[in-house]
């Protein structure tokens, strides 16, 4: 199993639907979890961390964490055209390197 | 401010030149990183510091030097690089206390290796 694995999309969602972004971990990635935003050409902008069980909610954004399950999602609401942008999921294990999943690419059609 | 800086923004050389990539914060963070990231792919770590001591090396190859002056300064000495070199090169700082911590990125640089 790839250490964090996300779905491989991309994902095209009307505007002000719900864009919902999924991602799976394994055991040496279980610390701590993180959102980052990139639209292209640009470096990746951090959009929400989570650390502990549960919901946490910052605007439109709500991440979400299931350890059990070791899951972690991102749902957009209210989702804009300028939400359009590639999604990354990171994780960091015992040693603190992050590590990245392979990215999802988000449209939001107006 | 949670501000990484990096110059240049973009960057042309041969593969017979010698440049070097600056990364700079401010923010008293005591681990900075170098990633290399081609296109649709995600960032791809190369080098760890902390504590101005390399902590981790990436098995990258030796015409990537790093270099960490002080604990703001971060370089990567680029020498007889190879077209496939050609990526976005970016620098992230943390500050280094537990592993709960974001790493913040810079704005890249843009090599283009001929």
């Known amino acids: 199993q790839k250490e964090v694995e996300q779905n491989s999309g991309p994902l095209s969602v009307p505007e002000g639907a719900i864009a919902s972004l999924n991602c799976t971990y394994s055991?040496?990635?279980?610390?701590?979890f993180f959102w980052y935003r990139q639209y292209s050409g640009k470096s990746p902008e951090l959009i929400m961390s989570?650390?502990?069980?549960g919901d946490k909610e910052d605007g439109r954004f709500t991440a979400q964490l299931n350890k059990a399950s070791q899951y972690v999602s991102l749902l957009i609401r209210d989702s804009q055209p300028s939400d359009s942008a590639t999604y990354l999921c990171?994780?960091?294990?015992?040693?603190?390197?992050?590590?990245f999943g392979k990215g999802i690419t988000l449209s939001v059609r107006p | 401010d949670t501000e990484v800086t990096q110059t240049p923004k973009h960057l042309v050389m041969g593969m017979t030149n010698k440049k070097s990539l600056k990364c700079e914060q401010h923010?008293?963070?005591?681990?900075m990183y170098w990633y290399k990231q081609k296109a649709k792919k995600p960032p791809e770590l190369m080098f760890v510091?902390?504590?101005?001591?390399?902590?981790i090396n990436e098995s990258v190859p030796s015409r990537f030097s790093p270099e960490c002056p002080n604990s703001s300064l971060l370089n990567l000495h680029l020498h007889a690089l190879q077209p496939e070199d050609s990526a976005l090169y970016l620098c992230?700082?943390?500050?280094?206390?537990?592993?709960?911590?974001?790493?913040?990125f810079g704005p890249g640089t843009r090599l283009l290796v001929l």
């Open positions: 992230a700082s943390r500050i280094a206390g537990t592993v709960q911590e974001t790493q913040y």
């Open positions: 055991d040496r990635v279980s610390q701590s």
């Open positions: 989570i650390y502990s069980n």
């Open positions: 990171a994780g960091t294990g015992a040693n603190s390197k992050l590590t």
């Open positions: 923010m008293g963070h005591r681990a």
């Open positions: 510091y902390s504590y101005e001591k390399l902590s």
